[in-house]
């Protein structure tokens, strides 16, 4: 041992000039690659990335973090619109993502002529971390997408959507929401968090709608896991009843560890411990999944299944042949985040602006009130509260889509060089990012008002003849991978603010503070959102 020591004292000089020398050569990489990837001053503003010691390491991006979901990207825009500029820049090590201002450079990206040079790159590593590498929401190669949306699609057609509305619905709209909410009236205390009802609903009817799970209400008590998001799951919590918890700690981990979530060596390493945690949860979510999918395999029960002529999601995958289990449940756990999460916390935002807006909520409900009979017949006919049947309470979806949309921004890499609309030169390689949230509430799209509720703006657009540029509403993204959910997620939302609003009247608790947002798994309430709840006379 001494021997070594001394061998390794009398090595020091040879060996630090050699360490300082890897070191400066290191760095020396880092600013070439950093200066390559540089956009031209002259068409982008460079976001300012704060002067935390992780920040100025890691770049501008992770700043954003660190406020209110959106508030930052949405003000950055602002800045680079009224400069003249057509992107934002933010930093990420030795590398830039730009951000687009502009809708037609959206549209360029998603749907344009030139979209097949825009694909999913490296930033779905974290994406793929929630979710698995199956599922439409992560695969990234475009053909295999392109097979998988065929299989699926069936299960979203007009005629799926409407036999689901007319024969299970109604009932659980009625049961899950109406009935919770009698119930959360009866025991008031400081107000209703309608968020949690709204979650057991959604939760609710993509389980019975996709999976044909039976008809027992799901009890979120039960259904919680640790309340410490860094605790694995417990080894039951593979079950349906723990979906609800698992999605939730899988968000706490991701608003509270956003590092985890970044792609290449970054979120590998400084994320290590919460990524480990995050995949446990996805497991026991998987799992359950694939459960819930192979039951449907032996599922004779009449009562637990849409109709002897409809085949629910499920049933749809496993009778597709040489589709391999990691398919199935990766199908089956991106459907159960797209009807649970996105459509519950749209409701929660829905119903907080109307509890702040009484006078559009008095005019909502007049529509509503020959539209629903007390005793509870809304869905029975989906046409019922089509765009012509219910032209307000449409406008309040699309407003509240348009002011917290579910999808916070969409990332792609240009694998082309490429010119957008707006003059903007992309190199192959760069990493694009389309701010849904930042566009929604721009103000040379949508007025000086653009961060008001105002559902008579899209009244005002019909009037008009006119819809809003290409580009600028994108709550389900857009093209050919666009969310093929969308129109279940809307019927579903149409019933159930219609049931709400038809039946209860909302209004802020005394006091009250507008709720704080974060982005989990999407952007949703940090702490959830309470409200007074009057059961309205019939």
């Known amino acids: ?54 920040t100025r390491l890691v770049g501008s991006l992770l700043a954003l973090f660190d406020e209110e979901a959106g508030e930052g990207r949405k003000r950055h825009a602002r800045t680079a619109v009224a400069q003249g500029k057509k992107a934002v820049a933010y930093r990420l090590m030795t590398s830039y993502l730009l951000e687009l201002v502009h809708p037609q450079d959206a ?38 997408h392109t097979q998988q949306r065929r299989i699926v699609s069936p299960a979203f057609g007009t005629g799926s959507l409407r036999g689901m509305a007319e024969d299970v619905l109604a009932d659980l709209v009625r049961r899950h929401v109406v009935d919770a909410l009698r119930a959360a009236v009866a025991c008031p205390a400081a ?13 609710a009817i993509i389980q019975r709608v996709a999976f044909a799970v039976g008809k027992a209400p799901i009890s979120r008590d039960a259904a919680a896991a640790s309340s410490d998001p860094s605790r694995p799951p417990s080894t039951d919590a593979a079950t349906v009843s723990g979906i609800s918890g698992h999605f939730r700690q899988i968000g706490a981990l991701v ?16 994320g290590f411990f919460p990524r480990r945690s995050i995949r446990q949860h996805r497991d026991a979510i998987l799992e359950t999944a694939a459960n819930m999918v192979r039951s449907c395999r032996g599922a004779t029960d009449a009562a637990d299944t849409l109709g002897s002529d409809r085949k629910t999601l499920a049933e749809y995958l496993v009778d597709t042949p040489h589709l391999t289990p990691e398919a199935i449940a990766g199908h089956g756990l991106n459907f159960l985040l797209a009807g649970h999460e996105t459509t519950a916390t749209t409701l929660s935002w829905a119903c907080h602006l109307l509890a702040k807006h009484a006078n559009i909520q008095a005019d909502l409900y007049d529509e509503l009130f020959t539209l629903i009979a007390p005793h509870f017949t809304v869905a029975s006919n989906p046409d019922a509260l089509s765009q012509d049947a219910a032209p307000l309470l449409n406008d309040v979806i699309s407003e509240t889509l348009r002011l917290y949309p579910p999808c916070l921004v969409l990332i792609r890499q240009a694998v082309r060089d490429d010119v957008l609309p707006s003059g903007l030169v992309l190199r192959a390689g760069t990493q694009v990012q389309i701010p849904c949230y930042s566009i929604h509430h721009s103000n040379a799209v949508w007025g000086p008002d653009a961060d008001a509720f105002r559902p008579s703006r899209w009244r005002d ?22 969310c093929i959910g969308k129109d279940m997620a809307l019927l579903e939302l149409r019933c159930i603010l219609a049931s709400v609003v038809r039946h209860f009247a909302l209004s802020l608790p005394t006091p009250s503070r507008e709720p704080r947002r974060r982005l989990g798994i999407t952007m949703r309430m940090e702490e959830g959102i309470r409200l007074c709840v009057t059961v309205r006379a019939s």
Not at 4 to 23: E, H, K, M, N, S
Not at 255 to 269: E, Q, V
């Open 191 to 203: 107000g209703v968090d309608v968020g949690v009802i709204f979650d057991h609903a959604a939760l």
């Open 1 to 54: 041992m001494p021997a070594a020591v001394d061998a390794l004292v009398a090595a020091t000089p040879y060996f630090l000039p050699v360490a300082i020398g890897a070191a400066c050569g290191l760095i020396a990489v880092c600013l070439w690659k950093e200066r390559r990837s540089r956009p031209r001053e002259a068409d982008v503003w460079f976001a300012p990335g704060g002067h935390s010691l992780r």
């Open 255 to 270: 608003m509270n560890h956003p590092i985890a979530i970044m792609p290449g060596p970054i979120g590998r390493i400084l």
């Open 107 to 144: 549209w360029h990206c998603l749907v344009g002529s030139k979209q097949q040079n825009y694909v999913k790159g490296p930033f779905y590593e974290g994406a793929e971390l929630i979710f698995g590498r199956e599922g439409l929401t992560v695969i990234r190669d475009d053909a295999y």
């Open 461 to 482: 657009l019909r009037q008009a003849g006119r819809t809003p540029p290409p580009g600028a509403y994108s709550p389900f993204s857009l093209g050919k991978r666009n």
